[in-house]
């Protein structure tokens, strides 16, 4: 038996196996599931390179050696340990040579953070990062599937990186172009058969593998790796902040999703939940905090049903309260370190570091969550609450678990908890069977709420899904494109109103640097993440009075607000202060 098809089979025959699995390869030579069409031979290798790769692979590892592998449950290495490699590699050739990586980055927060995570492992093999595409060796692009939109940018990103490719001089090293995160998970072999100048698949949980599968790659073969995890968390590696300047990061705290909502392709792309350990993520933070970040947004798909099953002494603690009114599309789970723990915890390390964080779903948000969040100063008085309609109808035809009822309840009861908290939402219009009555009942929910910030979209129909093998996709596209603007007109005028509210507070905005629109305006971001735009001029320093200053990227300063849009405010600033000290002038 060849020994890729004993690595399929492990795959098939069992769970246990599937931890124990390298590769989804697609060779010239392997007679398997995966492909059995020639890939072309690339420009630069020679055969003999490809020979001597094909004869190492048919020596390599057996069925029998998965099986003797498998028999002994191993733990991962820790960061400081060092993974033998596979046995049809050598350690040196999975070393990246000082090869130059350019990464792009599409879609949500989690996928920034996954760039970060995939380039601290390609770093610490050798890889060089360039923000230059020209001089790149390697072109990693990490997607995103939630739309159809989504995918059809990468689809038109890839013609135009053929281009690159087909005009690389031959005196150079062939140029790679890896497809990674959630469109690599969802269409796989498509993308494989279908553009064949990409060399590369990683899904989601796969990046660990990234240095293989581009040694893989170097012998002229197609190599992928989309498997999904049960436990896959990255817990033990630190991402590396791509901007040298920033001053906030993303820091995740679990991966996957349980809900399940009709139309969402999440837990298809990026597996079952699963949390990091709570001491992973408090010693990220503390780095972080070291290295004088000024903010964090704890991350995740469901990133408040955070439950860490690690430590053996809390398995036993009963199940989290739900939101009033609101039902689970699962099993009520046991046991674990839930969100209000880590939200304390990490909010306790430094009083003077911003913490937010999303995506959170509405029924996990318990009284103890709600009441933390009053009462920590440094934990950002806004929440994400995504309804995504306003029809008690479609939320049920979209298994959201509660009607509008309810999420109208959640919101009261929120605002009454935490004076004058801030709140952003996501709509999606046109689903599956919705009327024009249940359009009118999402504008109405609009106007009632009068949200700081908002995500409206069209639906998009994703294949696995239960709305695609349960419901019709009916709502033609014109209509959709009509509901969706009206959406957006509802939302602006509110947000106005909302934010308008602003005018004459001051409040305390962290720098991040000059405006977009002019280098005589700094812009940063308030409590409820709004932005502030507001004059680069010298003030006092409250923490040192009679010293004039200069505001920077990652100070606190306190800036009275003069006006406001939807998305923006604008205003003058005050003095440079701490969080601390901003809790005695800021006047919301």
Same mark, same amino acid.
């Given at each position: 038996?060849?020994?890729?098809?004993?690595?399929?089979?492990?795959?098939?025959?069992?769970?246990?196996?599937?931890?124990?699995?390298?590769?989804?390869?697609?060779?010239?030579?392997?007679?398997?599931?995966?492909?059995?069409?020639?890939?072309?031979?690339?420009?630069?290798?020679?055969?003999?390179?490809?020979?001597?790769?094909?004869?190492?692979?048919?020596?390599?590892?057996?069925?029998?050696?998965?099986?003797?592998?498998?028999?002994?449950?191993?733990?991962?290495?820790?960061?400081?340990?060092?993974?033998?490699?596979?046995?049809?590699?050598? /350690?040196?050739?999975?070393?990246?040579?000082?090869?130059?990586?350019?990464?792009?980055?599409? /879609?949500?927060?989690? !996928?920034?953070?996954?760039?970060?995570?995939?380039? $601290?492992?390609?770093?610490?093999?050798?890889?060089?990062?360039?923000?230059?595409?020209?001089?790149?060796?390697?072109?990693?692009? %990490?997607?995103?599937?939630?739309?159809?939109?989504?995918?059809?940018?990468?689809?038109?990103?890839? #013609?135009?990186?053929?281009?690159?490719?087909?005009?690389?001089?031959?005196?150079?090293?062939?140029?790679?172009?890896?497809?990674?995160?959630?469109? *690599?998970?969802?269409?796989? /072999?498509?993308?494989?058969?279908?553009?064949?100048?990409?060399?590369?698949?990683?899904?989601?949980?796969?990046?660990?593998?990234?240095?293989?599968?581009?040694?893989?790659?170097?012998?002229?073969?197609?190599?992928?790796? %989309?498997?999904?995890?049960?436990?896959?968390?990255?817990?033990?590696?630190?991402?590396?902040?791509?901007?040298?300047? *920033?001053?906030?990061?993303?820091?995740?705290?679990?991966?996957?999703?349980? !809900?399940?909502?009709?139309?969402?392709?999440?837990?298809?792309?990026?597996?079952?939940?699963?949390?990091?350990?709570?001491? $992973?993520?408090?010693?990220?933070?503390?780095?972080?905090?070291?290295?004088?970040?000024? +903010?964090?947004?704890?991350?995740?798909?469901?990133?408040?049903?955070?439950?860490?099953?690690?430590?053996?002494? &809390?398995?036993?603690?009963?199940?989290?309260?739900?939101?009033?009114?609101?039902?689970?599309?699962?099993?009520?789970?046991?046991?674990?370190?839930?969100?209000?723990?880590?939200?304390?915890?990490?909010?306790?390390?430094?009083?003077?570091?911003?913490?937010?964080?999303?995506?959170?779903?509405?029924?996990?948000?318990?009284?103890?969550?709600?009441?933390?969040?009053?009462?920590?100063? !440094?934990?950002?008085?806004?929440?994400?609450?995504?309804?995504?309609? /306003?029809?008690?109808?479609?939320?049920? *035809?979209?298994?959201?678990?509660? $009607?509008?009822?309810?999420?109208?309840?959640?919101?009261?009861? %929120?605002?009454?908890?935490?004076?004058?908290?801030?709140?952003?939402?996501? &709509?999606?219009?046109?689903?599956?069977?919705?009327?024009?009555?249940?359009?009118?009942?999402?504008?109405?929910?609009?106007?009632? %709420?009068?949200?700081?910030?908002?995500?409206? &979209?069209? #639906?998009?129909?994703?294949?696995?899904?239960?709305? #695609?093998?349960?419901?019709?996709?009916?709502?033609?596209? +014109?209509?959709?494109?009509?509901?969706?603007?009206?959406?957006?007109?509802?939302?602006?005028?509110?947000?106005?109103?909302?934010?308008?509210?602003?005018?004459?507070?001051?409040?305390?905005?962290?720098? +991040?640097?000059?405006?977009?629109? $002019? =280098?005589?305006?700094?812009?940063?971001?308030?409590? *409820? !993440?709004?932005?502030?735009?507001?004059?680069?001029?010298?003030?006092?320093?409250?923490?040192?009075?009679?010293?004039?200053?200069?505001?920077?990227?990652?100070?606190?300063?306190?800036?009275?607000?003069?006006?406001?849009?939807?998305? =923006?405010?604008?205003?003058?600033?005050?003095?440079?202060?701490?969080?601390?000290?901003?809790?005695?002038?800021?006047?919301?």
């Amino acid at each position: 038996m060849h020994p890729l098809q004993c690595v399929l089979q492990a795959q098939r025959l069992s769970a246990p196996f599937t931890s124990m699995c390298w590769v989804l390869l697609r060779t010239c030579r392997a007679q398997s599931s995966v492909s059995s069409t020639p890939c072309p031979s690339p420009e630069g290798k020679s055969s003999e390179a490809q020979k001597d790769f094909s004869s190492r692979l048919a020596t390599g590892p057996t069925f029998q050696h998965f099986l003797r592998s498998a028999s002994v449950p191993q733990e991962k290495p820790s960061s400081s340990e060092v993974e033998d490699p596979p046995p049809y590699l050598s /350690g040196d050739e999975l070393l990246g040579r000082q090869r130059k990586v350019y990464l792009e980055t599409y /879609g949500c927060q989690m !996928n920034v953070n996954d760039t970060e995570i995939a380039w $601290s492992i390609l770093q610490k093999s050798g890889y060089l990062r360039t923000s230059n595409l020209q001089e790149a060796d390697v072109i990693l692009l %990490v997607t995103c599937s939630i739309r159809e939109k989504a995918e059809q940018t990468i689809w038109n990103r890839l #013609y135009q990186l053929k281009v690159l490719k087909t005009k690389r001089p031959r005196s150079r090293v062939p140029l790679r172009i890896g497809i990674l995160g959630c469109m *690599a998970e969802r269409l796989k /072999g498509e993308i494989l058969n279908r553009e064949k100048m990409v060399d590369l698949l990683a899904g989601p949980d796969a990046y660990r593998d990234l240095p293989r599968l581009l040694a893989v790659v170097e012998s002229g073969q197609q190599a992928a790796n %989309v498997l999904l995890s049960l436990d896959e968390t990255y817990a033990d590696i630190m991402p590396v902040q791509t901007s040298p300047s *920033a001053t906030s990061a993303f820091v995740s705290i679990m991966r996957g999703c349980d !809900n399940m909502c009709s139309y969402c392709i999440v837990p298809f792309t990026r597996g079952r939940e699963r949390s990091r350990p709570v001491a $992973s993520i408090l010693d990220e933070v503390r780095k972080l905090s070291e290295q004088g970040l000024k +903010e964090v947004t704890l991350l995740g798909q469901n990133v408040n049903s955070f439950r860490d099953n690690s430590e053996v002494q &809390f398995n036993n603690a009963g199940s989290a309260n739900l939101s009033r009114g609101f039902t689970t599309n699962y099993k009520p789970k046991q046991g674990g370190l839930r969100f209000s723990h880590l939200l304390d915890q990490v909010s306790r390390i430094d009083p003077e570091m911003r913490i937010r964080f999303t995506s959170p779903h509405p029924k996990d948000f318990p009284d103890e969550v709600l009441q933390l969040i009053r009462e920590r100063h !440094n934990i950002c008085k806004q929440i994400h609450l995504p309804a995504q309609s /306003g029809s008690s109808r479609v939320l049920d *035809a979209m298994r959201r678990g509660y $009607s509008r009822e309810a999420y109208v309840a959640l919101v009261h009861h %929120v605002r009454e908890t935490i004076p004058g908290v801030s709140l952003s939402s996501d &709509f999606i219009t046109g689903f599956c069977g919705e009327t024009e009555d249940d359009h009118r009942q999402t504008v109405s929910l609009l106007r009632e %709420v009068q949200y700081n910030t908002g995500f409206l &979209f069209a #639906y998009s129909m994703r294949q696995k899904t239960r709305a #695609y093998h349960r419901l019709t996709d009916d709502v033609p596209e +014109e209509v959709k494109l009509r509901r969706l603007e009206e959406l957006i007109t509802v939302f602006r005028e509110e947000a106005s109103k909302a934010n308008k509210t602003s005018v004459g507070c001051s409040q305390l905005v962290l720098v +991040e640097g000059f405006s977009k629109r $002019s =280098t005589t305006d700094l812009c940063g971001r308030n409590d *409820a !993440n709004l932005k502030v735009i507001f004059p680069d001029a010298e003030v006092e320093d409250i923490t040192n009075p009679g010293l004039k200053v200069r505001a920077q990227p990652g100070d606190y300063v306190l800036v009275k607000i003069t006006s406001a849009s939807s998305q =923006t405010l604008k205003g003058h600033i005050l003095c440079r202060t701490t969080m601390k000290d901003s809790l005695t002038y800021c006047t919301t």
